[in-house]
Nanobody, 120 residues
Framework: QVQLVESGGGLVQPGGSLRLSCVAS????????MGWHRQAPGKQRELVTT???????NYADSVKGRFTISRDNAKNTVYLQMNSLKPEDTAVYSC??????????????WGQGTQVTVSS
């Protein structure tokens, strides 16, 4: 079994910052791509950013220059530093990871999500 657990969401004023964390635990052999998605009320889930095991990153145009993804491979953890937050960044943020388990399967796992609200 593998679990992804996010933390760090909350309420922040426009222009503020938040840092999300996501820890993967369980029967993990290795982790390939890790990433963050978000879903706002009434909208489809959208990809925010991804990072490979070697550190290559990809960002949605809407967050470039404001959000930074990073990971600690030793801790099976991915982070999302969000700066200059805007009300339109309000959403449930979920992390996901493509993981090779110890029984040699490759599976996409998702966290339960953490709410980020940007409001004055």
């Amino acid at each position: 079994q593998v679990q992804l657990v996010e933390s760090g969401g909350g309420l922040v004023q426009p222009g503020g910052s938040l840092r999300l964390s996501c820890v993967a635990s369980g029967t993990i052999f290795s982790i390939y791509v890790m990433g963050w998605h978000r879903q706002a009320p009434g909208k489809q889930r959208e990809l925010v950013t991804t990072i490979t095991s070697s550190g290559s990153t990809n960002y949605a145009d809407s967050v470039k220059g404001r959000f930074t993804i990073s990971r600690d491979n030793a801790k099976n953890t991915v982070y999302l530093q969000m700066n200059s937050l805007k009300p339109e960044d309000t959403a449930v943020y979920s992390c996901n990871a493509k993981i090779r388990t110890t029984d040699w399967r490759i599976i996409d796992y998702w966290g339960q999500g953490t709410q980020v609200t940007v409001s004055s």
